[in-house]
């Protein structure tokens, strides 16, 4: 995910003809974290076709307090949702597809500055809050309270930073740049032992399953099935460029 901010930066200093495009080509790059069901970054490569000025001026604004204190921060996320939903309206009414959330918009914050961002996602961030017992209620929907998030997630980077421990495990995550090593994985029986070695860990395990549920699980649907909508498909609905 390197990748994401300078590839970014060219799309926003390029030409209003050429931003969607190239918008595009960063939602391939990144769509396993900032595009689920709902598509929300594809929206704004469509929005981009129709007012490509709209879109860089929402991304320049949003980048420009990544780095900034926590009112600057939450009053940027707060202007860029607004500003989405008004495109949403004006371009596709009524639809469920391409609405942003407080989940995409601090993702495209991390993604271009991850050493003063945290991503939210309500359904991780509630099994992180029991875990160490952090009760403060950092709100819901579009009223997300970034402060007491981050002051949350500080909390749990600052416990992460004093364990030896934690960090070779962290800094062992991510030798290719994906957490796994190709190398390691030779054999049938290098694979076995891998799949051994998760299964019998209870803290991989739980990371693993969350994982998973987060891929397949339909995020517009309560519970864990697929919408009626979704279970009356006979072949995938493909979006389209």
């Known amino acids: 995910m ?8 060219e799309a926003l200093e390029s030409t209003d003809s050429e931003i969607s495009a190239k918008l595009y080509e960063i939602k391939k790059m990144a769509s396993n974290l900032v595009d689920n069901y709902t598509q929300p970054f594809h929206g704004l490569v469509k929005f ?30 707060s202007e860029f949702l607004e500003k989405g939903h008004e495109l949403l309206d004006r371009y596709f009414p009524g639809s469920y597809l391409y609405k942003n959330d407080v989940h995409s918009v601090t993702t495209y914050l991390f993604l271009y500055d991850p050493d003063h961002n945290y ?6 961030a509630l099994i992180f809050a029991d875990c160490i017992e952090f009760y403060d ?17 500080d909390r749990i980077a600052d416990a992460i930073k004093s364990s030896p421990a934690m960090l070779k495990t962290d800094a062992g995550r991510f ?7 190709p190398q390691t994985f030779t054999s049938w029986a290098a694979v ?27 995020p517009t649907t309560a519970g864990l099935s697929d919408s009626e ?12 460029k």
Not at 2 to 9: A, G, H, S
Not at 50 to 70: C, H, I, K, N, Y
Not at 141 to 152: A, E, I, P, T
Not at 193 to 218: E, H, K, R
């Open 192 to 218: 076995w032992n891998g799949a051994v070695s998760v299964l019998s860990n209870p803290v991989q395990l739980c990371t693993m399953c969350l994982a998973v549920l987060s891929v397949f699980i339909d």
């Open 175 to 181: 030798e290719n740049g994906w957490g796994v090593d």
């Open 2 to 9: 390197k990748k994401f901010r300078p590839m970014m930066e």
């Open 137 to 153: 209620d950092w709100g819901s929907g579009d009223n997300v309270k970034l402060d007491v998030y981050y002051h949350m997630c």
């Open 229 to 240: 909508r979704a279970l009356e498909y006979t072949k995938p609905n493909k979006e389209e």
């Open 119 to 124: 991503i939210f996602k309500s359904s991780h």
């Open 48 to 77: 981009a076709e129709q007012e490509p000025d709209t879109v860089r001026q929402m991304f320049l604004e949003l980048f420009a307090a990544s780095a900034e204190g926590m009112e600057q921060k939450q009053a940027a996320v």
